[in-house]
């Protein structure tokens, strides 16, 4: 019946995804299937190279967009492919050589992993938030020119703390134990802090769009 059904109405449109989610051009990062399959051994990238930090950012983040990504590969039913996600299927992928026309596809880019300094592609993501798109990085993301955009001054790295209070809506948070980088905002807004009174969330306004920064 759906061939009828398409045949009917072969133009379908195009898919809209407004949230770009942005990976170094190397990152070497690979989802670790054999953890959906039970298995204990470490997670790798390029085959035999262990995950740092911003591989387990990745890992974590599709965790949370898209519950059930590990069982893509083997799950029989489609578990993984036809997965309800929170968000809506709202998100595309993009490398950090993608082209300006590119990213303007899109509303929002958020960063993931690990991003070396990369002089082109900070003046694409500059030249992207200015005609008034959002980007959200991290602190550990700073690198290069990215550093430009943020608004904060890193002071110190590390910090271990369980508290956290949106400043937009006055609610405080217990947390899980979680480590942060200590910032100082200069152009940017704080959104949230901590029990220390470090930011944790800060907002600058570049151009025409804003960058969100996660410490």
């Not at 740092?52 to 492919?81: M, S, V």
């Not at 694409?124 to 993301?141: I, K, S």
Request: glycine share 8%; net charge negative; charged share 20%.
């Amino acid at each position: 019946e759906w061939v009828f059904t398409t045949r009917a109405h072969p133009d379908r449109g195009v898919m809209y995804a407004p949230v770009a989610l942005v990976m170094d051009f190397h990152h070497g990062w690979c989802p670790p299937v054999h953890v959906g399959m039970g298995e204990s051994r470490p997670e790798h990238v390029w085959g035999n190279i262990p995950y740092q930090l911003g591989d387990y950012h990745i890992d974590q983040f599709f965790h949370w967009i898209f519950p059930g990504y590990l069982e893509f590969a083997y799950a029989i039913n489609g578990r993984g492919c036809l997965t309800p996600t929170p968000f809506g299927d709202s998100f595309d992928v993009l490398l950090t050589n993608a082209s300006l026309d590119v990213f303007k596809k899109y509303q929002a880019a958020v960063l993931l992993g690990e991003m070396p300094e990369d002089p082109d592609f900070a003046v694409t993501l500059e030249a992207f938030v200015r005609a008034g798109r959002t980007v959200v990085l991290c602190t550990r993301q700073m690198t290069g020119g990215l550093a430009r955009l943020a608004g904060i001054e890193m002071k110190e790295t590390d910090l271990e703390e369980h508290t956290s209070t949106s400043l937009v809506t006055g609610k405080s948070y217990r947390e899980s134990d979680y480590l942060y980088d200590r910032v100082e905002a200069e152009s940017a807004e704080v959104l949230a802090v901590n029990d220390a009174g470090h930011p944790l969330v800060c907002a600058n306004r570049v151009g025409e769009g804003l960058v969100f920064v996660i410490t």
